[in-house]
Nanobody
Framework: VQLQASGGGLVPAGGSLRLSCAAS????????LAWFRQAPGKEREFVASIRRFRSIEDYADSVKARFAISRDNAKNTVYLQMNSLKPEDTAVYYC?????????????????WGQGTQVTVSS
């Protein structure tokens, strides 16, 4: 599946952004979706995931209560609402899809990736 992420930008600390990731597939509802991020000089890290059934969500501790992942199966799109942004949230954000629907926090469980969108939070 092809994924197209969008919605990144420059925001001040405490601000909000909503990322979107559109998928080109007729079986979008079968996929688990996730967001990962990679800051300069750091490894890619898990941010949030949402499973295919019952849309069960999972979050990294660093973003719990600030970020929310959601999906719209009718629009083949997954979202990441990011509130109370901090400078340490600055990174390139990637969406990913897993046909097995696991909702894993491991990047190695995701076969399909979007191109990334830059999020920069100024202090």
């Amino acid at each position: 599946v092809q994924l197209q992420a969008s919605g990144g930008g420059l925001v001040p600390a405490g601000g909000s952004l909503r990322l979107s990731c559109a998928a080109s597939t007729r079986t979008f509802s079968a996929y688990a979706l996730a967001w990962f991020r990679q800051a300069p000089g750091k490894e890619r890290e898990f941010v949030a995931s949402i499973r295919r059934f019952r849309s069960i969500e999972d979050y990294a501790d660093s973003v719990k209560a600030r970020f929310a992942i959601s999906r719209d199966n009718a629009k083949n799109t997954v979202y990441l609402q990011m509130n109370s942004l901090k400078p340490e949230d600055t990174a390139v954000y990637y969406c990913a899809a897993d046909l097995y629907g696991r909702g894993s926090s491991s990047q190695y469980d995701y076969a399909d990736w979007g191109q990334g969108t830059q999020v920069t939070v100024s202090s």
